[in-house]
């Protein structure tokens, strides 16, 4: 795979993401794929994934795992309802995270992402250390495969992040890094994030989004790349310096307006081509 291949988040029956066949339109070569529903997840349905992708020259780098029930509605929502931290969800969630794994391992994808939900940002919280044993146990999980765990950004402050990760200490358990996610959570500058969570960035999302006037209490408002707040040529000259060679996924969801998704996936792709177009890799700067 060539440094920095383009992908769009994707779906092929949960209606998130960009369409297969646009994605093939808009040129891309890779995909975060959303997880499908449990009756297609079958290996009959992965074999006909993998050729109908093969047919599209598309590749999938990670699967994401969602769950039904989780509600993006506002801040507290997201904290009630998302990932395994809800504690009423957490045993039937995690045994469906266990398939959706074992689904991303017959489509040979190494890489499983999810929101783990709001982690608390106290260590002494009982639930903190209860999160830390069940991620230790799906990370675990994983290694049967070689593969490993993406924690997506977004509810906790980066220095919290490395904390869990480092409490988990697992050697299968990295980041996907989500720039507007930082600030649609109100969780830290994205770029001053990036920087401390570098060394465990394994995928990233290329998203945009404006700040809240109450950060942390209200969301932010997701925008079309190049819009928002993201100063993404200074985000891709960070990803180089931080020798981060995969690919870079759009995600921009708006399903409900899919002429308008097209045309700022568009967008998005012809600015992320002009950008790292003006970069020269590191090595090569002295050639």
């Given at each position: 795979?060539?440094?920095?291949?383009?992908?769009?988040?994707?779906?092929?029956?949960?209606?998130?993401?960009?369409?297969?066949d646009?994605?093939?339109?808009?040129?891309?070569?890779?995909?975060?794929?959303?997880?499908?529903?449990?009756?297609?997840?079958?290996?009959?349905?992965?074999?006909?994934?993998?050729?109908?992708?093969?047919?599209?020259?598309?590749?999938?780098?990670?699967?994401?795992?969602?769950?039904?029930?989780?509600s993006?509605?506002d801040?507290?929502?997201?904290?009630?309802?998302?990932?395994?931290?809800?504690?009423?969800?957490?045993?039937?969630?995690t045994?469906?995270?266990?398939?959706?794994?074992?689904?991303?391992?017959?489509?040979?994808?190494?890489?499983?992402?999810?929101?783990?939900?709001?982690?608390?940002?106290?260590?002494?919280?009982?639930?903190?250390?209860?999160?830390?044993?069940?991620?230790?146990?799906?990370?675990?999980?994983?290694?049967?495969?070689?593969?490993a765990?993406?924690?997506?950004?977004?509810?906790?402050p980066?220095?919290?992040?490395?904390?869990?990760?480092?409490?988990?200490?697992?050697?299968?358990?990295?980041?996907?890094?989500?720039?507007?996610?930082?600030?649609?959570?109100?969780?830290?500058?994205?770029?001053?994030a990036?920087?401390?969570?570098?060394?465990?960035?394994?995928?990233?999302?290329?998203?945009?989004?404006?700040?809240?006037?109450?950060?942390?209490?209200?969301?932010?408002?997701?925008?079309?790349?190049?819009?928002g707040?993201?100063?993404?040529?200074?985000?891709?000259?960070?990803?180089?310096?931080?020798g981060?060679?995969?690919?870079?996924?759009?995600?921009?969801?708006?399903?409900?307006?899919?002429?308008?998704?097209?045309?700022?996936?568009?967008?998005?792709?012809?600015?992320?081509?002009?950008?790292?177009?003006?970069i020269?890799?590191?090595?090569?700067?002295?050639?």
């Amino acid at each position: 795979m060539s440094r920095w291949p383009l992908g769009v988040f994707s779906s092929i029956d949960a209606g998130f993401g960009v369409q297969l066949d646009v994605a093939h339109k808009l040129g891309v070569t890779t995909i975060h794929l959303h997880a499908p529903n449990r009756e297609l997840r079958t290996p009959q349905s992965a074999r006909e994934l993998l050729q109908r992708l093969g047919d599209l020259g598309i590749e999938i780098t990670c699967v994401f795992a969602g769950f039904d029930g989780e509600s993006y509605a506002d801040i507290p929502a997201v904290k009630r309802t998302v990932g395994l931290v809800p504690s009423e969800t957490r045993a039937a969630r995690t045994a469906e995270l266990k398939e959706i794994i074992d689904f991303a391992a017959s489509l040979k994808v190494t890489s499983v992402g999810l929101h783990l939900g709001f982690v608390p940002h106290d260590a002494d919280d009982p639930e903190y250390s209860s999160l830390v044993h069940l991620t230790s146990d799906i990370c675990g999980y994983c290694s049967r495969s070689r593969q490993a765990i993406h924690l997506e950004t977004g509810q906790e402050p980066a220095n919290v992040l490395i904390r869990f990760i480092g409490d988990v200490n697992c050697d299968n358990l990295f980041v996907n890094f989500d720039p507007a996610n930082m600030i649609l959570y109100g969780c830290g500058e994205p770029l001053e994030a990036l920087k401390k969570l570098g060394p465990l960035v394994r995928s990233v999302h290329c998203k945009d989004a404006l700040w809240s006037d109450r950060p942390g209490e209200t969301w932010g408002r997701e925008v079309a790349l190049g819009e928002g707040a993201v100063e993404f040529a200074r985000y891709l000259e960070l990803l180089d310096q931080l020798g981060y060679q995969g690919p870079l996924t759009i995600e921009r969801e708006l399903s409900q307006e899919p002429k308008r998704q097209q045309e700022e996936v568009g967008h998005a792709v012809g600015l992320l081509t002009k950008l790292m177009s003006e970069i020269t890799p590191r090595g090569r700067e002295n050639q």
